[in-house]
């Protein structure tokens, strides 16, 4: 991977336009202190998706002085290149030393190899868009530590909203875009970001109409057994999540190998879901104290219009390129529009050989991995814990975004 991938134009091809009014600020990028400085352990990935996005993404491995080294040349890059009207979005977690080092940062960040929240998608597009019209010198960094999905899921929502939103002439940009997330993202990326990108699109364009009905969560159908003990079988639970809460935690199922085709999870009451849920099947692992993750899903209420809703392993993040679940397997939700019990479900009962421990005490079970991701970070820098007084919040560079911008034939949901 090196460090900057650019045209003679310092411009990733396939965006070639180039408009007068930017020239002064694309001359060549003074990048040999970066490439210096750079170690194995820290490939830093700067791209010039269009001549006005800019991605700069880090690897979750990287160490964390030779990351913060290269944080430090990037920030002199950018302010040497375009002065004070660079805007850097940051999609991971919050750190001192980011809004310490720009002038201007929005916090947009959400965990790593998951997907936003649906309106945290419209928010980023349209502060995006702000910005950008604001001024013909302005541009957007995109900034990320981890898997670069993180930034995939930006670019591609971005693509569909300037294709409504923007002029013609911007056609290239869309075409480079397009290009970046098809070439560098589709590989790496996760089947629930790609979900929501189609969600993004479908509502953008009126496809996907919205559902405000309630629903109500029943069962949860696991077709075909995934093998995470040694003789076969697994010992499942599941923890479901509504706007990054947890709202239901289930008890351990324990499945032997071959004794089992498929595995029922019930929920009685039905579990009332509105908005982005999370749901995440874990493995208890026999007579260890850890857990690993037999499948992700994310999902949005308002996308849901059948009641009976099917991911096969290639919907499923983590499963669908874990071989230790099956090619055909596949994850059934049901759902009902109240909390009663739906009749003629008797069937889904499992068989004898399935036991279930309802103990969900057990500090392992209970262990939620998501409780201080938006909390600050304090990495060392001097005065690490102070925010930067010129960083601004979302709101005073969106300036009320939502009110701005009319949905076809609907609005976003509320997440309450």
């Not at 869309?174 to 990108?197: C, H, L, N, T, W």
């Not at 009905?213 to 949860?220: I, Q, S």
């Not at 499945?255 to 999870?265: F, M």
Request: hydrophobic share 35%; net charge neutral; aromatic share 10%.
């Amino acid at each position: 991977m090196v460090p900057f991938q650019q045209r003679k134009d310092y411009v990733l091809e396939g965006s070639t336009r180039v408009t007068p009014s930017v020239q002064p600020h694309l001359q060549p990028i003074r990048n040999m202190s970066v490439s210096r400085t750079m170690e194995d352990s820290c490939e830093l990935d700067l791209v010039y998706v269009t001549e006005r996005i800019i991605a700069v993404s880090f690897p979750s491995t990287a160490n964390e002085e030779n990351f913060r080294s290269n944080l430090r040349e990037v920030a002199q890059m950018l302010k040497s290149k375009h002065g004070g009207n660079y805007l850097l979005f940051n999609l991971s977690e919050r750190r001192p030393d980011i809004t310490k080092l720009h002038a201007k940062v929005l916090e947009f960040g959400w965990p790593d190899l998951h997907t936003p929240a649906l309106e945290k998608i419209c928010s980023i597009c349209k502060a995006m868009d702000t910005w950008l019209n604001a001024d013909p010198h302005n541009v957007v960094v995109l900034h990320n530590k981890g898997n670069r999905g993180r930034i995939g899921v930006v670019i591609a929502a971005y693509m569909h909203y300037s294709n409504i939103s923007a002029s013609a002439d911007q056609a290239l940009d869309r075409f480079a875009m397009k290009r970046f997330y098809e070439d560098k993202i589709v590989p790496i990326g996760q089947p629930s970001q790609r979900r929501y990108v189609h969600y993004f699109s479908g509502l953008l364009s009126g496809s996907i109409k919205m559902n405000n009905k309630p629903l109500f969560l029943h069962h949860v159908i696991m077709h075909g057994i995934p093998n995470f003990e040694s003789k076969g079988g697994c010992r499942p639970f599941l923890r479901i999540y509504q706007a990054m809460q947890p709202v239901y935690t289930s008890g351990i199922y324990n499945i032997p190998g071959d004794s089992q085709t498929s595995v029922c999870i019930t929920i009685e009451p039905g579990l009332l879901l509105k908005g982005d849920i999370l749901l995440k099947c874990y493995h208890k692992k026999f007579r260890s104290p850890a857990r690993d993750v037999i499948f992700r899903v994310q999902f949005h209420t308002c996308a849901i219009h059948d009641l009976g809703v099917v991911f096969g392993k290639e919907d499923l993040d983590d499963a669908f390129k874990d071989d230790r679940f099956p090619e055909y397997g596949k994850v059934e939700f049901v759902f009902s529009y109240g909390p009663e019990k739906i009749q003629g479900m008797e069937h889904l009962e499992n068989g004898p050989s399935v036991s279930v421990d309802y103990n969900t005490s057990d500090p392992l079970i209970r262990w939620d991995s998501y409780d201080n991701f938006s909390g600050h970070r304090d990495d060392g820098m001097e005065d690490g814990n102070k925010q930067n007084p010129n960083s601004q919040s979302i709101g005073s560079i969106s300036g009320g975004l939502e009110d701005q911008y009319t949905w076809p034939d609907t609005h976003w949901p509320s997440q309450s």
